[in-house]
């Protein structure tokens, strides 16, 4: 059964940058369409971005389309989120995921799907 290795969370001060990946072992990533996810403290977890099998872009949340851009290495097998300009707002537990489809619903969508098991991304001085 294939899964994820998630890594590059932590600290990081405001205005700074962050860059998420996550490697896939035990499947082919580029079969797949990937996206990510965030969780924040109570509430329920939410879809960011998505990428098609063949890499195009279906953007879910408005507020991430300026300073959140993801991409994926069809040859190492990983996916990325980078986040620019990061606000105390974009604290929370980052997911990466892939599934068959984006769609309209990602969790719907990616219920089904591989998962990584988070990793927190703190904004904090």
């Known amino acids: 059964q294939g899964h994820f290795v998630e890594s590059g969370g932590g600290l990081v001060q405001p205005g700074g940058s962050v860059r998420l990946s996550c490697e896939a072992t035990?499947?082919?990533?580029?079969?797949?369409?990937v996206a990510w996810f965030r969780q924040v403290s109570g509430e329920r977890r939410e879809g960011i971005l998505c990428l098609s099998p063949s890499d195009e872009n279906n953007e879910h949340s408005n507020a991430a389309k300026d300073r959140f851009t993801m991409s994926r290495d069809r040859i190492k097998n990983t996916m990325y989120l980078e986040i620019d300009s990061v606000i105390p707002e974009d604290t929370g537990i980052y997911y990466c995921a892939a599934a068959a489809a984006c769609g309209l619903d990602l969790r719907g969508t990616f219920d089904g799907g591989y998962w990584g098991h988070g990793t927190q991304v703190t904004v904090s001085q």
């Open positions: 035990g499947f082919i990533l580029r079969w797949y369409a």
